[in-house]
């Protein structure tokens, strides 16, 4: 029998991992599967021919996106020749919604079964795209446990596989929860604060010297106080060291390029960009403060078109607020060092968001997400295993 062609496409680096674990996982149960489409260095080393770059693709924000429609036009037109030439068995989208719901569109003409995975979040806002998924997609596989419900309401044929982040852990490196101490009582160990700015150039470039500012004020609040900015594997090191050099006045810095759980594994507690970095903490138990800043414009826009209170993943899984938020003008170094501060100097009140953040962490649908998306994918293709 002919082998079966699978086209995946993951426009942004949280997608190429999540992508790459997925495309191991089929792989696994089907050696002979051929994959091509759109991703970073992670679904490459999975083995997926990559036609398209998705550094050349990913951004943030809605004016942000113009100076990348070049881009975007000329990889819809690479990918819309390769489905009509080699019309694959499947093809899986990963989050990336307004490229991707064009994509499906351009397959859905060919007769070529579609798999969502990491669907896009319409219950947050522009709603309306519902109705397009239930049109285009075949199956949707959603990976946070309140989407379920709202897919089957709009009879969107849809499975919870479970967060693929907890793939990442097992029971015994999850961090439990601890008794904390003051600030005022670090005076015998080194209190190590984590900074996150990111995994877009865009994002570290905005966010990361607001995080230093910061940085500089809780050091001449704290005696003993270490801080570690991660980096992701989708931003270079030297981008990151170049604004380090512009803050000359942290006196204890240190930059780390491994895994993310790490870092969290050292801190007592993090400062965070807003996205998938949040439910990582959360599954570690570090508490965080999260912050985001995009242009006036899309701000504005952003704000007429969200349907939901918090932008914070782990907010909106607790369906309140049990970490600070902080966007825009809010998220100033003088309100960053005050909730890192303050949150530091309430132990009662630290050790109870830890015991949220681990109950968030099993809201998640425990390990095992990307092979239950891989028995989606190989059922749609009718394969067995």
Known sequence: MKPKHVMIIAGEASGDLHGSKLVRAICNKNKEIYFCGIGGQALK?????????????????????????????????????????????????????????????????????????????????RPGRVKTIRELVNHVAVILPFEEDFYKKHNVPVTFVGHPLLDNYTQNNLRQSDTLETVENENHEMLVIGLLPGSRDREVKSLLPVMLNAANILQKRIKRVKFIISIAPSVEKKYVE???????????????????????????????????????????????????????????LGKLMVRVKNFGLVNLIAGENIVPELLQDEASPENIANSVFNMLNDAKGLQKLREKLLEIRDMLGGPGASERVAEIALNMMGQKY
């Open 45 to 125: 080393e999975a083995g997926v021919k990559i036609l398209v770059d998705a550094s050349e693709l990913s951004v943030v924000g809605i004016t942000e996106v113009f100076s990348k429609i070049p881009n975007l036009f000329k990889a819809m037109s690479v990918v819309k020749r390769h489905l009509k030439s080699l019309k694959p068995d499947l093809v899986i989208l990963i989050d990336f919604p307004d490229f991707n719901l064009k994509i499906a569109a351009a397959a859905k003409k060919l007769g070529i079964p579609i798999l969502y995975y990491i669907s896009p979040q319409v219950w947050a806002w």
């Open 242 to 300: 170049q604004i380090l050099k512009k803050h000359k006045e942290i006196s204890d810095c240190k930059l780390a390029t491994e895994d993310v759980k790490k870092v969290f594994e050292m801190c007592r507690i993090a400062v965070a960009a807003s996205g998938t970095v949040t439910l990582e903490a959360a599954i570690a138990g570090t508490p965080m403060v999260i912050i985001y800043k995009v242009s006036s414009v899309s701000y504005w």
